[in-house]
């Protein structure tokens, strides 16, 4: 049976020339399950690059030296800037381009339809832009996803199958953490075979939480094909106009200072007291304030000064919001989530004060303080104050 | 036609030159994860049948947009939802935030199951049964529980409308029907970044969880109490607002919605394997003084040491 889906295409983010890092780690991943997949199916489908901008074009050389096989760029004034509308329909319509795909694999000429799988990158530009590329392209989407299987899955589902046993090869199996950290959830993107309302779902599409796969080392030696694809541009997607861009400094920073005091809804039974305390660890410590997800979201009432300066994503530690590799890092009522434990396993050295002895942050810590914070924190202020401000001094 | 200008008031005129907006907002009923109405399982899951539902923040936050959009434009406020009956309770708390004069239930269990796709289609086609011509629909960033922030953007792209993402504040021309919005652009490795657009209406917003509303002027801020009282009014006798609609009244392609139109199926659900503990954790009692005062020690040590390297 000839197939009309085949490669992966991985949409690229870049920034003043240079690439995002995310973009890279999803051209690495594409590229150590294409290898598999190649050799597991005898097949011979390629990591294909799409960018988009303005002087881009020596860009692409690098895509290829970073493991994609075929890179396809539109180089236009028009896209210069990131703008989500004209965006999704120049990367439809190279998703759905007869002859880019028949010039990537001169081979199957004709019969390929669409790519079989499709990347973004799950950050403020491809959170939208999937989620309006394939609404136009009519297909299935996945976000922030942490792992990826391609596996022959035979199932019997009521609507998708009519209930009948089907065997649907080459699926990518999507893994993402749900909210609450605790449970990954599978989605897979699939075809209707159920007579009542046939119809293809391709490409199998995701977005790619940054930072969770290794990039691989660029390699000058790397071959690829490189191929243009002229956009046709219509007036009419290109009516937003961008009057400004302005860089903004966060107030949080987590780069500067040696230690990070985070916390987590353990705070709960006193969340006002509980905070002020850990602010006065902080500042014992020289040290800033991260939390984990569900603080920022507000959970507890506590005094507008606290809720407005704490509980704020931009404080979160974890795969919504910032990695850290600070000296020592302290996690008060974090019962570690692996969404959060991400953004602070680089830490150097890691202290746990948590009164649940099974709970998984014990796993992430070289000390796990059992205990209320409550009852630990006034006695760490206490001792920290007599042993490390002299060295701090 | 002429018009005898002195016999005509000059805010109709207005009126007349500029025409009305009116905005819509797509919300959701969602688990309340505030302390007392949460519940978690001991593994750590959200226990579904003890947790309470609410109007997700994210939607509140829409909601309130679309009252700026009252209280600086007179504009006309529709709210719809897509859930089950008991969804009614979350259309009227964003009733209460935006002095909704339309409120849409679209319930039905061939809706059940959906993944954002098939959810988009059913919100596109309500949006378009509205009163009115939209000129601005509003949607949270995400949803807290299902987290994919895909519905509102596949929304706005079915409707046709240009999409602007993380807005953190607009205004409208009323003359020239264009918005201006700054949008916030946080990405991994790169300062953030304020972006400040400009666009013909009809747009679709999905607003960034930053956005605040705010009411500069004594005239607006009289505007903000007036709509406000009426909202609290219109709240109470919600049912006098509200719709249901179920697949047929819609009229939405059967095919198209649910899971039929659903690209995407949960495979499987499973916990998070543990991982392999990456450090080996000393523990440490936390009511003894004497052991806290050594894991200070191991602080210090642990701070001092790097700085050598």
Not at chain 1, 224 to 252: A, M, N, T, Y
Not at chain 1, 291 to 303: A, D, E, N, Q, Y
Not at chain 1, 380 to 392: A, D, G, M, Y
Request: proline fraction near 4%.
């Amino acid at each position: 049976m000839a197939e009309n889906y085949r490669h992966l295409y991985v949409v690229i983010e870049h920034i003043d020339g240079e690439f995002l890092q995310v973009s890279l780690e999803m051209i690495g991943e594409a590229r150590r399950l294409l290898d598999d997949f190649n050799s597991k199916y005898s097949s011979n489908e390629k990591v294909v690059a799409v960018i988009l901008g303005y002087n881009i074009k020596d860009m692409s050389k690098q895509l290829i030296e970073y493991g994609a096989d075929v890179v396809i760029y539109s180089d236009h004034p028009e896209l210069k800037d990131i703008r989500n509308t004209i965006y999704t329909k120049v990367i439809s319509q190279i998703a759905q381009d007869k002859k880019t795909l028949d010039e990537i694999e001169p081979l199957y000429a004709g019969e390929i339809k669409r790519p079989r799988y499709m990347f973004f990158a799950a950050d403020s530009i491809g959170r939208h832009l999937s989620s309006t590329v394939l609404t136009e392209l009519e297909s299935g989407l996945a976000s922030d996803i942490n792992q990826l299987v391609i596996e022959d899955i035979e199932m019997s589902h009521q609507q998708k199958t009519g209930g009948s046993k089907e065997i649907y090869a080459k699926t990518l199996e999507m893994y993402r953490p749900d909210f609450s950290g605790f449970l990954w959830t599978t989605i897979l993107c699939l075809d209707n075979r159920n007579p009542a309302f046939k119809r293809d779902y391709h490409p199998q599409a995701c977005s790619i939480i940054p930072g969770v796969f290794e990039p691989l080392k660029q390699d000058p030696k790397r071959e690829g094909k490189i191929i243009e694809f002229i956009p046709k541009i219509d007036e009419r997607d290109l009516r937003v106009k961008i009057l400004s861009r302005k860089v903004i400094q966060s107030e949080v920073d987590f780069e500067t200072p040696r230690t990070i005091v985070s916390f987590g809804r353990g705070v709960k039974d006193e969340p006002e007291q509980n905070i002020k305390l850990l602010e006065q660890l902080a500042k014992e410590l020289n040290a800033e304030i991260g939390i984990t997800l569900p603080i920022s979201k507000k959970p507890f009432l506590v005094s507008q000064a606290l809720d407005l300066k704490y509980m704020i994503p931009d404080r979160v530690i974890g795969t919504s919001g910032h990695k850290t590799s600070a000296m020592l890092y302290i996690a008060a009522g974090v019962s570690g989530a692996m969404q959060h434990v991400w953004g602070m396993k680089d830490s150097g050295f890691v202290v746990a004060i948590n009164p649940d002895e099974n709970a998984p942050i014990k796993d992430e810590c070289d000390i796990f303080i059992k205990g209320r914070m409550e009852d630990v924190i006034p006695m760490l202020i206490e001792e920290i104050r007599k042993q490390i401000h002299i060295i701090e001094a | 036609m002429v018009f005898n200008i002195k016999s005509i008031n000059s805010e109709l005129i207005l009126l007349i030159i500029m025409g009305e907006l009116n905005v819509a907002v797509i919300i959701k009923l969602e688990p309340d994860f505030s302390e007392g109405n949460v519940s978690y399982n001991p593994d750590g899951t959200l226990n579904r049948v003890e947790t309470k539902n609410t109007l997700g923040p994210h939607s509140a936050i829409a909601a309130h947009a679309a009252f700026y959009a009252k209280v600086m434009y007179d504009a006309k406020v529709s709210i719809g939802t897509m859930g089950p009956p008991m969804a009614d309770l979350a259309l009227q708390q964003a009733q209460q935030i935006s002095d909704a004069e339309e409120l849409h239930l679209y319930s039905d269990r061939l809706f059940a199951g959906a993944d954002t796709l098939g959810t988009a289609e059913v919100l596109k086609t309500g949006i378009e049964k509205m009163q009115g011509k939209m000129d601005i629909v509003f949607s949270g960033h995400r949803a807290s529980d299902g987290e994919t922030g895909q519905t509102g953007p596949q929304t706005g792209w079915k409707l046709g409308f240009t999409f602007l993402g993380n807005v953190i504040s607009y205004n409208v021309d009323l003359k020239t029907r264009m918005i201006r919005a700054k949008r916030l652009i946080s990405l991994q490795g790169v300062p953030d970044v304020i972006e400040e657009v400009e666009a013909p209406l009809p747009v679709f917003i999905s607003i960034d969880p930053t956005y605040k509303s705010s009411f500069d002027t004594v005239s607006q801020r009289l505007s903000f109490q007036k709509y406000q009282k009426e909202a609290t009014g219109r709240a109470e006798n919600y049912k006098e607002y509200f719709k249901v609609f179920d697949a047929q009244q819609l009229g939405v392609d059967k095919t198209l919605v649910g899971l039929p139109g659903s690209p995407t199926i949960v495979y499987k659900v499973e916990k998070v394997p543990k991982s392999t503990a990456t450090r080996q954790a000393e523990i440490v009692d936390g009511s003894n003084h004497e052991q806290i005062k050594k894991v200070v020690a191991r602080m210090k040590e642990a701070l001092s040491a790097m700085v050598i390297k």
